[in-house]
């Protein structure tokens, strides 16, 4: 069984609905991250929880939002869906431990119309 | 400001070759690792090989290597006996392990290897 997995793992929605993306993780990490990788851009940083109590805002936070609900589950939503969000999303988990690698779900793609 | 620059759009390589990948990065950080990450086609990201900016050997894992000259700021990936399953995009990544540095990863924007029978 994969240590992360992501549902759904392709989703295709309207400008406007509102989405979650969900991740789960059995590495027991503390860490947990959503990137989103857009073609010739690499992956960047949405929101990055270091624990359950712990958000904060990657270098591309608006339009997103976040949940920690446990430390194996972090939820990304969009709050109300554009085309410009239309990507692939990918979850991570790292130990918090150097060097800290990030380990990195099967990725979610998203097309908004 | 901290960066990763991976020049090579695009790679060709012939099956059972080696072949070298570029990555340059740039941080006044002293303390940050490097990595490399796999994506082949079906979208997932595989982590291959890890170097920290203290280790003065070059890390190798199996057919990977990291050739890792902090001098130039340079990261390259050695892929030796090229398999066509190598075939995918690789990604340079540098993450900043220190409080000061917030511990941000950052990626490259990829390059793309094509392994030719």
């Known amino acids: 069984d994969a240590d992360v997995t992501q549902t759904p793992r392709n989703r295709i929605t309207k400008t406007g609905k509102r989405i979650m993306l969900e991740c789960s993780q059995t590495?027991?990490?503390?860490?947990m991250y959503w990137y989103r990788q857009d073609p010739g851009l690499g992956l960047r940083l949405i929101y990055y929880s270091f624990d359950v109590k712990d958000i904060n805002k990657g270098e591309i936070s608006d339009g997103y939002s976040v949940s920690r609900q446990a430390q194996a589950k972090f939820s990304l939503s969009l709050e109300s869906a554009i085309p410009n969000q239309t990507a692939l999303y990918f979850c991570?988990?790292?130990?918090?431990?150097?060097?800290?690698?990030?380990?990195f779900g099967p990725g979610t793609r998203l097309t908004v119309l | 400001a901290q960066k990763i620059t991976q020049t090579q759009p695009g790679m060709f390589v012939q099956e059972k070759e080696a072949v070298t990948l570029d990555c340059t990065y740039d941080?006044?950080?002293?303390?940050?690792?490097l990595f490399w990450y796999k994506q082949p086609s079906s979208g997932e990201m595989i982590f291959l090989i890890y170097?920290?900016?203290?280790?003065?050997q070059n890390a190798t894992e199996g057919r990977y290597s990291l050739n890792f000259q902090k001098a130039r700021k340079s990261a390259n990936l050695v892929i030796s006996a090229s398999q066509l399953g190598d075939s995918a995009m690789y990604f340079c990544?540098?993450?900043?392990?220190?409080?000061?540095?917030?511990?941000?990863?950052?990626f490259g924007a990829g390059t793309r290897l094509f392994v030719k029978a």
């Open positions: 170097q920290g900016s203290y280790d003065q």
């Open positions: 991570a988990t790292s130990p918090g431990l150097a060097p800290d690698t990030q380990y």
């Open positions: 990544a540098m993450r900043l392990l220190g409080w000061a540095g917030g511990f941000k990863t950052i």
């Open positions: 590495k027991g990490h503390d860490r």
């Open positions: 941080t006044s950080d002293p303390s940050y690792g």
